[in-house]
């Protein structure tokens, strides 16, 4: 016989926005009239920037020159690429990094879901609940989780995020490996200030800690004293490793591109005490199970730097700000409680009393016809609460936010 990974079969049902398609498809083949409006998955509406497009296809004409085409590309990426995230995400908030420690990829989700594959299955890890379940999936599935009891993984330390705690995780009671921060945060849409951010440096400097610090949503920041970056605390570089996307920021969801930061200073142990440079690690897994990005996407991500091509993505991201504003305006009209949409494209709402995440979102479905994300599809913290995304079409946000309004309880 051929025995498969059983730790896949530790995890409950499907994957969330899997079974979130599911039901819409069901729901669709029943209502076909039904206008349906989705502020569920974090799927961007806008399409690339006339830059980055420009960009782009100067590059698929150099693919098709003998003198200019390119084959394999490095698996870290381009140096033309790195070096303009070196000099504007960093340099530009005197955060002294090198280009080789920034490695450009195909996706933050690849990334925080592969990082796992360079540390022991016996680290133990810390997560926020609720949280973007792909931290937590590929660690089942790595063997570092005992079973699902209860809506909770034995081993894992869960940090909760509640709206007691203003949705900030307190540091662990308990010595953790590697702990999963994301901010600005998916879900609840809150943030973790500068203050906030070096208490968890200092935390893990003391414990011998690492950070895995999810920053796909920086540029949607918008109130001073919110981290854009962990570098920006001194000595994060000796505890932390960083992961930026261009999904959100640039409408690259379906483009594909990326980076990692990881710092050359930072160092794991072997069992027998050690130091590595997970730098070094890191590198060594790419250029073993990645090809690298495709050249005419490095091209256009790299446009993004241009001042043409900030100022095109940033009336982007003002736009999806303004749709998450619509957004709560609809749900305080409609009595209902809600977070976020400050700093981040996602609201985070409390389900009115008598209906859990899913009995809210089949209401929502069936009564308003708009497909949100059930907050328990994050972590047990999340049952009483509902996703909302800020990522639909000026026109298609404002209907939702006047049908949300109309919504009794």
């Not at 070196?86 to 340099?91: E, N, R």
């Not at 022991?120 to 590929?138: E, F, G, K, M, W």
């Not at 609201?347 to 009564?367: V, Y």
């Amino acid at each position: 016989m051929t025995q498969v990974n059983e730790n896949y079969l530790k995890l409950p049902g499907g994957y969330l926005f899997s079974q979130i398609a599911k039901k819409r498809e069901a729901f669709k083949q029943a209502n076909p009239k039904a206008n349906l409006i989705s502020l569920g998955i974090g799927d961007v509406s806008r399409p690339l920037v006339p830059a980055v497009l420009e960009a782009m296809h100067k590059a698929v004409d150099e693919m098709g020159q003998t003198e200019t085409f390119r084959g394999y590309g490095p698996e870290q990426g381009y140096a033309f690429l790195r070096e303009d995230i070196l000099k504007h995400d960093y340099s530009a908030r005197n955060i002294d990094l090198e280009a080789d420690e920034i490695f450009v990829s195909d996706g933050a989700k690849s990334d925080v879901a592969n990082i796992q594959e360079i540390f022991s299955s016996s680290c133990r890890i810390a997560i926020q609940n609720p949280v973007y379940p792909v931290y937590l999936d590929t660690n089942v599935m790595a063997g570092r989780t005992g079973n699902f009891v209860e809506g909770l993984f034995e081993g894992v330390v869960y940090l909760p995020c509640t709206a007691e705690n203003n949705f900030v995780p307190a540091l662990p009671k308990e010595r953790v490996d590697l702990v999963y921060l994301c901010s600005p945060n998916n879900p609840t849409g809150t943030a973790l200030t500068v203050e906030d951010l070096k208490k968890w440096v200092d935390w893990a400097k003391e414990n011998h800690s690492i950070i895995l610090y999810d920053s796909a949503y920086e540029a949607f920041i918008t109130q001073p004293g919110i981290a854009h970056s962990i570098y920006e605390i001194p000595g994060a570089k000796d505890v932390a490793i960083e992961f930026r996307s261009f999904s959100k920021t640039a409408g690259f969801t379906g483009t594909r591109c990326a980076y990692t930061v990881v710092p050359k200073q930072l160092k794991g142990h072997t069992a027998g005490g050690e130091e590595v440079a997970l730098n070094n690690l890191w590198l060594r897994r790419q250029t073993t199970k990645f090809n690298g990005v495709p050249y005419i996407v490095q091209r256009g991500a790299q446009a993004i730097y241009t001042p043409q091509g900030q100022q095109q993505i940033r009336q982007n991201i003002e736009l999806y700000l303004k749709n998450a504003q619509v957004i709560l305006q609809g749900l305080k009209k409609a009595g209902l409680q809600a977070y976020g949409g400050e700093n981040a494209p996602y609201i985070w709402l409390k389900t009115p009393k008598g209906l859990d995440s899913w009995a809210f979102f089949d209401k929502l479905l069936t009564q308003a016809h708009i497909i949100g994300t059930p907050g328990v599809g994050f972590g047990s913290c999340g049952e009483g609460f509902f996703r909302l995304t800020a990522f639909n079409t000026p026109q298609l946000t404002q209907e939702a936010a006047e049908r949300l309004a109309k919504l009794q309880f």
